[in-house]
């Protein structure tokens, strides 16, 4: 996968002028899996060849625009926020105003970079935070009425599947196997996979052995127990907790490792490879892809642990909006090391958005498969 420097990183920020213009026909998908005005381009294997994908978190707001590749596709517009979705949705089981109000002015920046792009094909989803909260079908109506955009809730399996399409290239081709984890705001996806299948053009595809989705994620995580200050006693408690869901599909997965690594996607693995990597800013560059070994892992969660909150804050792999958050990731990753003891992580700064771009491409037949 290529990046591209976006030339539209400027969209967006004239909120006034945004909401002027008239209203767009919605990106979206319907429950056949094509947008309302795409599936002839789909038909047509998406002439224009510019793609969107749209992952809606509870923790974040990400989106990648691509165009493809003869084996993969370059990135030529990208836009990424916190915006916490989630916040108190495990308490009250509702999204809040703040978050709603939050999420559609990212939604809306989202939208603009897609017209900027000429998107004729695109996928969003949402995840764990609309299907927790009882309001979830009705915040996806204000975002289809609020910023033309129509949401896919999604389920905990297409999230695992998406997760291993977009991490695929990342299997070490001389490993037996891969435990796979994408430690998320409200949930957390474990896949256990084969060695991928082979195709003569385009990324490879997953063979998703097993998986399994826990109820937890560093939101809720954080939220029980607090990420301001986090004793040693509260962080052995976040990891007791999340290893009593990771001993069941351990049970069925945990046996005959041999040859096996671990393939990390999400903000907890990229940002340990930030810190162990001394990074003065963040540089994907670096980490995705990066390789460290078990002892290096726990050397970097001791560090972190025995940072303050101020200290966390200030590192530049972390930042004020992740200080509260981290220590709860790498709680659930301690949880999952302990039934999974490999002794190499491969970290992934993708996931979601780049499965769905693989899947869309596929289906469209660009690498000559359909």
Known sequence: ?????????????????????????????????????????????????????????????????????????????????????????????????????????????????????GVKRARLIATEACRAAENGEAFRARVAEQAGLELEIVDSATEARLAAAGCTE?????????????????????????????VRRGPPHPDIVGWASLPVGVVTLAERYGGTVVSRETYDAMVEEVAAFVEKFAAAHRSDLEGFHMLGTSGTVTTIAGVFLKLRRYDRRRVDGCWLSDEQVSRVVGELLAMSFDERAANPCIGAERADLVLAGCAILDAIRRFFPCPRLRVADRGLREGMLVEMMRADGVWGEA
């Open 1 to 117: 996968m290529k990046e591209e420097a976006s030339p539209t990183g400027g969209l967006g920020g004239r909120g006034a002028q945004r909401r002027r213009w008239p209203r767009r026909t919605p990106y979206g998908i319907r429950r056949d899996g094509f947008g309302r005005d795409d599936a002839q381009a789909s038909a047509n294997g998406n002439p224009d060849g510019t793609y969107a994908a749209l992952d809606l978190g509870t923790n974040n707001c990400r989106l990648l625009v691509a165009r493809p590749t003869a084996d993969g596709f370059r990135v030529v517009d990208a836009f990424s926020r916190i915006i916490r979705l989630g916040e108190g949705v495990a308490a009250s089981r509702r999204i809040s105003e703040a978050a709603i109000a939050r999420a559609v002015e990212a939604l809306l920046i989202c939208r603009d970079k897609m017209h900027a792009r």
């Open 170 to 198: 990342l299997f070490d081709p001389a490993a037996a196997g891969v435990i796979l984890f994408d430690i998320g705001g409200g949930s957390s996806e474990l896949v256990r996979l084969g060695r991928p299948n082979g």
